[in-house]
């Protein structure tokens, strides 16, 4: 049996715990992915059974059409398991009320967020569908869906597309334009995607670029929560919680955070009942995150891959490997300016406790994916402003040290420059290991690419760090 509407769900197992059959959409979520699964439909939830009102979810994956397929046999539904050291939870999510695949259906996919009920569209879709240009900050015209879609503007395909061609329909119709909530690992994501929405509206119609940078609200968010990818195991264990088969159950940790820039002239749910915090500047929550918890994570993962171990849990359980990733931590709380209502010792001691999760499995590979698109913001500019500072910047070399070298050890990469990296990786001279990723154009900022010192230390990790 699967999880549908008509299945029974033991005690143990938490219900949705709202009227489904009321639930009209309101919010369109692009990348249906584990990540928003067990995050932004959590939250969601929480918020409907607070304050019940038109905010289903109708999710949209932009590609892969097997999530919707499955999504579609059990009627919505799907169950998130909050996995820590003192047990299991269980809780069936029911917030989503439709769901699309902009790759078969990309006309339906605009009409639904065309729709004047539409009010919010969120984001995870990883750093790389954003098409943004780290060296410029602007619009990566060479992206491949970028591209695509600046040629036929009217029949896209990646996120960015969809959502000027959305916006464009709206405007022309007279309707409100929805807010555009971005939720994935990009510093001032909101900003970012505001910039690149227009930069590609400009290119087709300024005067409607000119009108989403006067009428739409693009709040930036900072999201925080361990989702390993769902393996067999994964679904085995929600099948014997649920007593039905769950296509797509996803695992978590007990811990959820959400900073959110308080921006919504079209309403919002009240994700507060889940604990999210609305404040006027995500940045200092935002900065925080990225250098203590994804940059000691990007070392982590690759301290795995060189010594065989799978899992970050793995990683932590050997004191020497988890000492590494604690002072790395220390050494990005360095970098930051204070952060309202955060303690950064205790935040530090949280990080490592969820690292360290026994139930939680996260592959050191699967957080190793895309390193290019994550180390500006995880590790370069932290590493910079230690620079700045007067620091040596060893910790961020060591992590950057121990990615070039987890690429040699691996001899493969799952990262849209994979060609380059590898390649570099095939060449890495004695003496100067580091020199043919240093020469890649744009991977790294000149600051940090014409410091001899630092790029020393960078060869001295890789050194160091090789099997």
């Known amino acids: 049996m699967r999880l549908t509407d008509a299945a029974p769900l033991p005690p143990a197992v938490n219900p949705p715990g709202h009227d489904r059959a009321a639930l009209t959409p309101g919010i369109v979520h692009l990348g249906f992915g584990a990540f928003h699964r067990a995050h932004q439909a959590v939250a969601t939830q929480a918020a409907l059974r607070q304050d019940f009102g038109p905010w289903g979810i109708v999710a949209v994956n932009l590609r892969s059409a097997q999530p919707i397929r499955d999504l579609a046999a059990q009627d919505g539904l799907y169950s998130v398991t909050m996995r820590g050291a003192d047990g299991d939870s269980t809780e069936v999510i029911g917030a989503t009320v439709g769901w699309l695949c902009a790759a078969e259906d990309a006309g339906a996919v605009l009409a639904r967020m065309a729709d004047p009920a539409t009010r919010i569209v969120t984001l995870t879709v990883t750093e790389k569908a954003y098409g943004l240009d780290p060296a410029t900050g602007g619009l990566d015209i060479a992206h491949p869906s970028i591209a695509a879609d600046l040629a036929n503007p009217a029949h896209p395909q990646g996120a960015v597309g969809l959502l000027v061609e959305a916006l464009a329909r709206r405007r022309a119709a007279g309707i409100a334009p929805f807010t555009v909530l971005s939720c994935d690992n990009l510093p001032s994501n909101g900003r970012v995607l505001s910039r690149l929405v227009c930069d590609f509206a400009a290119r087709r119609d300024p005067a409607l670029a000119d009108w989403i940078a006067a009428k739409v609200a693009f709040p930036s968010s900072m999201v925080d929560r361990i989702v390993p990818a769902a393996t067999d195991e994964t679904r085995?264990?929600?099948?014997?919680?649920?007593?039905?088969?769950?296509?797509?159950?996803?695992?978590?940790?007990?811990?959820?955070?959400?900073?959110?820039e308080d921006h919504f002239p079209m309403g919002r749910?009240?994700?507060?009942?889940?604990g999210a915090i609305f404040v006027a500047d995500v940045a200092p929550h935002e900065k925080m995150k990225?250098?203590?918890?994804?940059?000691?994570?990007?070392?982590?993962?690759?301290?795995?891959?060189?010594?065989?171990?799978?899992?970050?849990?793995?990683?932590?359980?050997?004191?020497?490997?988890?000492?590494?990733?604690?002072?790395?931590?220390?050494?990005?709380?360095?970098?930051?300016?204070?952060v309202p209502g955060i303690d950064l010792a205790a935040y530090r001691a949280d990080l490592l406790t969820r690292f360290a999760n026994p139930a939680i499995a996260h592959r050191c590979v699967q957080?190793?994916?895309?390193?290019?698109?994550k180390l500006p913001q995880r590790i370069l500019s932290p590493a910079a402003d230690a620079l700045a500072a007067g620091s040596d910047g060893g910790a961020f070399a060591l992590a950057t040290g121990a990615w070039m070298a987890a690429l040699a050890h691996r001899g493969q990469a799952d990262d849209p420059r994979s060609?380059?990296?590898?390649?570099?990786?095939?060449?890495?001279?004695?003496?100067?290991?580091?020199?043919?990723?240093?020469?890649?154009?744009g991977l790294f900022p000149d600051a940090l690419a014409h410091d001899a010192a630092w790029r020393a230390r960078v060869d001295a990790a890789i050194m160091g760090l090789r099997p």
């Open 269 to 274: 749910p009240a994700w507060e009942a889940a």
């Open 290 to 338: 990225l250098r203590m918890l994804n940059g000691a994570h990007t070392l982590a993962a690759h301290l795995g891959i060189l010594n065989g171990l799978d899992h970050v849990r793995d990683v932590m359980a050997v004191p020497a490997l988890a000492a590494q990733v604690g002072a790395h931590m220390q050494a990005a709380a360095a970098t930051l300016d204070p």
């Open 236 to 260: 085995a264990r929600a099948a014997a919680a649920l007593g039905a088969d769950d296509a797509l159950a996803v695992e978590t940790e007990p811990f959820l955070q959400w900073v959110i």
């Open 367 to 373: 957080i190793a994916m895309d390193t290019s698109q």
């Open 419 to 441: 060609a380059e990296l590898l390649a570099a990786a095939a060449a890495m001279p004695d003496d100067a290991p580091s020199a043919p990723f240093f020469a890649i154009a």
